[in-house]
């Protein structure tokens, strides 16, 4: 069982980007899922979550620009990022709790880069 995040990339200020996290090996269902950032030289934090009923929440310097959603169907999660500002450079982890034989864990994906040029 593993998260594997896609999407990231060199974009202009103002442009956007939009990041998927697939989860794959034998999963049979996703709960809450989450995107995190790590900027260099930063704690990484959360920027936006959405739970298994599909509520989400997102931190306060990307309301309004970013959307999470999910699939359930094909066990992936998504950040859609627009007006995308250099200050929004940073590694992107998704992170979510994936139940696989009855169990529930919590797992990370291994990151992509987002650099937004001024």
């Known amino acids: 069982v593993q998260l594997q995040a896609s999407g990231g990339g060199l974009v202009q200020a103002g442009g956007s980007l939009r990041l998927s996290c697939a989860a794959s090996?034998?999963?049979?269902?996703?709960?809450?899922m989450a995107w995190y950032r790590q900027a260099p030289g930063k704690q990484r934090e959360l920027v936006a979550h959405?739970?298994?009923?599909?509520?989400?929440n997102y931190a306060d310097f990307v309301k309004g620009r970013f959307t999470i959603s999910r699939d359930n169907a094909k066990n992936t999660v998504y950040l859609q990022m627009n007006s995308l500002k250099p200050e929004d450079t940073a590694v992107y982890y998704c992170?979510?709790?994936?139940?696989?034989?009855?169990?529930?864990?919590?797992?990370w994906g291994q990151g992509t880069l987002v650099t937004v040029s001024s």
């Open positions: 992170n979510g709790d994936l139940v696989s034989a009855g169990w529930q864990a919590n797992y």
């Open positions: 959405i739970t298994s009923g599909g509520s989400m």
């Open positions: 090996g034998r999963i049979s269902g996703m709960n809450r």
